[in-house]
């Protein structure tokens, strides 16, 4: 059968990225090297996530470490094999991630021109009942990679170079942009390569499934409360919309990018910026989106024009279809 024939032209996620280099004759591979090092994080935070409730039971074997200390918290873990592998790409200069406090900037002689932002294992807390987490990364460039500063990774969502994220979930994918368009690729375990198979993905225009943590309505501002009502009760003689919440922002927004709709986490009394991180989780997010064609909206402002000013900052975020986010923008700007 021609179908079932085997695949002998692998577009592997390395091959991929060479191709789209190859058309700047200035990029001399960097870009390629700190990718690669980036996916081997993904593989592993892939494994340790499928082996993780197994590993608490059982104690698998491989689940004490070399000096026989009790297996790391997963999110520890994930933050440790990301660091190490960034910083031994020899490619990068500074890095922020969600589990540490300061950023960190790379030693003297292992740096090179990227800094790095990331959220290594979001929605950790799903982890325990086999919810699927995810990893979120954003990357900029330096601008003196001999001096890096905070300056450096506190840079405005315009100024990302490629963002994407990955989704261990009941398969693994790595969705990645690199500023022309949205590619997805899945991991083959058999072969331990991630494989291009869902290429310039492109958010549908309007979405059926609206996508939030309903728990919070009480605390929620007019626009917000109005478009989730017109989601339940439309008056425009559309039908209702499905509502969906994972509670892993990475699940939640890739379902959005591949079926449409939108993803809410709105400010609320309790929470006057939402609860979401800009540097890494909200501006690559917003990124990937908008490349497939959809949009990013904090309430106030298209989401990449933030400029964090601390590396923890939150801020509401309103992404997914563009006409979705169309209607929540008139909402907004009804109030103003
Ligand atoms: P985390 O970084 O502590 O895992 O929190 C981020 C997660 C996101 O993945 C998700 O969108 C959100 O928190 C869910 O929050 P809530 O439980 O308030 O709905
Ligand atoms: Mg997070």
Redesign the pocket.
Known sequence: HAAEAQRTDLMTITRHVLNEQSKHPEAHGDFTILLNHIVLGCKFVCNAVQKAGLAKLLGLAGVTNVQGEAQKKLDVLANEVFVKALISSGRTCILAS?ENEEAIVVEPLKRGRYCVVF?PL????NIDCSVSVGTIFGIFMAKDKENPTLDDVLQSGKNLLAAGYCLYGSSCMLVLSTGNGVNGFTLDPSIGEFILTHPDIKVPSKGKIYST?EGNAKYWDEPTAKYVESCKFPKDGSLPKSLRYI????A?VHRTLLYGGIFL?PADKKSPNG??RVLYEVLPMSYVMEQAGGQAFTGNQRALELLPTKIHDRSPIFLGSYDDIEEIKALYAATE
């Open positions: 969600e959220d979001d929605g950790s807390s943590n509670g892993s922002m990475v939640d986490y609860k979401l």
